[in-house]
Antibody, heavy 119, light 107 residues
Framework: EVQLVESGGGLVQPGGSLRLSCEVS????????MSWVRQAPGKGLEWVAN????????YYVDSVKGRFTISRDNAKNSLYLQMNSLRADDTAIYYC????????????WGQGTLVTVSS | DIQMTQSPSSLSASVGDRVTITCRAS??????LNWYQQKPGKAPELLIS???SLQSGVPSRFSGSGSGTDFTLTISSLQPEDFATYYC?????????FGQGTRLEIK
C-alpha cells in the first residue's frame, strides 16, 4: 500500500524557518518525481515545488523561489521542504504528492501538515 | 502562466442529478488536464487524468472530456458521497496551476 506521511508543520513567526518532511512507503521512491502542493485555509490548491527522481531538477512556483528548497533522500525514502523567510501568506496545509508517469499528475497524496505563520 | 477557470464556482444539485463542471485554460494544453475531488479535511483524490482517463477505482458515473482549452467533468447520476469540491489542474507546463474549485452541494 502506498503511503505518504508528512510531518514538521507548526506555528512559526514571520521571517522564521521550518522544515517539512514526507516519509513514503509502499513503492520505489527513487523511481518517481515528487511534489509539494499547498492549500491555504478555505482556499484552493497551489502547486509549490517538484523534484526529479535523482534530485537533479527542481522547480518552484514564483512566490516561493529563493525562500523554499525542495530536496529528497532516496536512501531514507523521504522528501523535504525547507522553508525560510516565512510570510503570513505561506500559511497552509502542505501536502506531499507522488507523480504518476506524467510528472505533475498526482495519484497519491499524504494527509497534509499545517503550517501557520503568525506572530 | 496558464490560467485555469472553472465554472460554476458552486453548484447545488440533488441525488440522481446529472452534473457538468467546466474548466477553461487560457491557452491550449492539449489533453494535459486532470480532475480531483476533495472532501472536507481530506487530501485531494485523482479522478481523471489526461482529460478523459478514469482512474482505477473511480466509479464509472464520472467522466471527462475535452482537449485544447475547454474541458468538462460530468457526473451522470449524483450519489451522496459525490458532494465535495472538484478541481481541474493542468499538467502541461510549469508553474502547474489549478482551477479555483467547484463546490458541489446538496440541494
Amino acid at each position: 500500500e502506498v503511503q505518504l506521511v508528512e510531518s514538521g508543520g507548526g506555528l512559526v513567526q514571520p521571517g522564521g524557518s521550518l522544515r517539512l518532511s514526507c516519509e513514503v512507503s509502499g513503492f520505489t521512491f527513487s523511481n518517481y518525481w515528487m511534489s509539494w502542493v499547498r492549500q491555504a485555509p478555505g482556499k484552493g490548491l497551489e502547486w509549490v515545488a517538484n523534484i526529479k527522481q535523482d534530485g537533479s531538477e527542481k522547480y518552484y512556483v514564483d512566490s516561493v523561489k529563493g525562500r523554499f528548497t525542495i530536496s529528497r533522500d532516496n536512501a531514507k525514502n523521504s522528501l523535504y521542504l525547507q522553508m525560510n523567510s516565512l510570510r503570513a501568506d505561506d500559511t497552509a496545509i502542505y501536502y506531499c504528492a507522488r507523480a504518476m508517469t506524467t510528472v505533475t499528475t498526482w495519484a497519491y497524496w499524504g494527509q497534509g501538515t499545517l503550517v501557520t505563520v503568525s506572530s | 502562466d496558464i490560467q485555469m477557470t472553472q465554472s460554476p464556482s458552486s453548484l447545488s444539485a440533488s441525488v440522481g442529478d446529472r452534473v457538468t463542471i467546466t474548466c477553461r485554460a487560457s491557452q491550449s494544453i492539449s489533453s494535459y488536464l486532470n480532475w480531483y475531488q476533495q472532501k472536507p479535511g481530506k487530501a485531494p483524490e485523482l479522478l481523471i487524468s489526461a482529460a478523459s482517463s478514469l482512474q482505477s477505482g473511480v466509479p464509472s458515473r464520472f467522466s471527462g472530456s475535452g482537449s485544447g482549452t475547454d474541458f468538462t467533468l460530468t457526473i451522470s447520476s449524483l450519489q451522496p458521497e459525490d458532494f465535495a469540491t472538484y478541481y481541474c489542474q493542468e499538467s502541461y507546463s510549469t508553474p502547474i496551476t489549478f482551477g479555483q474549485g467547484t463546490r458541489l452541494e446538496i440541494k
